[in-house]
């Protein structure tokens, strides 16, 4: 009877943490979450914000990093959390208030270059992956991701060239336009990826570009390009062993 107990008991357990985030100054726009799973591989999750309000629902039964991005792909803050776990992530004047874990605290009231000793280890390890700062010769190796290039089109291109990635219509400037037009024209082949999944909207904010190059989608860029893609709009030069020559902001 104890085991059947113990059995009915172990089923029950929680198989999900969720956050919910309150932070009014991101406003309404698409938010991407990156966190790592039991089994080590990294999984992405897409919510809309609407007027800072979002939440995140996700499975892993040891303390996970949930690295949150906005929709130009830039981190926005970083949070702990495990299977069972309901947390409450507010911003506040100066930072985030996390109700529901200590250790989520700590990690939000990091700031870069504060001192980490006596933190839990957790919490240093969460720094590590998400804060420190990698200089050019420390680029993870370019792997070339397999683009959407139609409603049924998908492959994966040889990776030497110049790859420039955008996420919003906005970021698609006469200047960003010119700079593809220039490098189409040079040696190594162009490729135009747009980080995102509405193929419709990347239709229409590509339709008018006259393009030579090649242009294609990217979901979940910040996952398929971990280390590399930070940011967008940005350029990066990849040589033909995957090596990244050079990263260059395109505002």
Request: with cysteine; proline share 5%; aromatic share 6%.
């Amino acid at each position: 009877m104890a085991i059947g107990l113990m059995v009915s008991a172990c089923s029950h357990e929680p198989q999900e943490f969720r956050i919910k985030v309150e932070a009014p100054i991101i406003g309404t726009q698409q938010i991407t979450a990156v966190y790592t799973t039991d089994d080590g591989n990294r999984r992405s999750i897409s919510v809309p914000a609407v007027e800072g309000a979002f939440e995140l629902v996700g499975s892993s039964s040891i303390p996970s990093v949930i690295e949150i991005f906005t929709s130009n792909k830039q981190l926005f803050t970083a949070i702990i959390a495990k299977n069972g776990e309901s947390l409450t992530l507010r911003e506040v004047e100066g930072g985030f208030d996390v109700e529901g874990s200590e250790t989520a605290q700590i990690l939000a009231n990091y700031k870069l270059g504060n001192d980490t000793i006596g933190m839990p280890i957790e919490v240093r390890q969460a720094i590590d992956i998400v804060y420190t700062e990698h200089s050019r010769e420390d680029y993870p190796k370019f792997e070339a991701p397999e683009l959407i290039f139609g409603r049924d089109s998908i492959a994966t291109l040889p990776v030497e060239g110049v790859w420039v990635f955008t996420s919003s219509l906005s970021e698609r400037t006469g200047s960003l336009l010119d700079t593809l037009k220039v490098r189409s024209k040079e040696e190594k082949p162009v490729r135009d990826v747009f980080i995102g999944t509405d193929t419709v909207s990347w239709r229409i904010y590509t339709r008018r570009d006259s393009a030579t190059w090649t242009q294609a989608m990217l979901p979940d860029g910040p996952l398929k390009l971990r280390g590399i893609l930070t940011s967008t709009p940005l350029l990066v030069e990849v040589d033909s062993l995957g090596v990244v020559t050079r990263v260059q902001r395109l505002e």
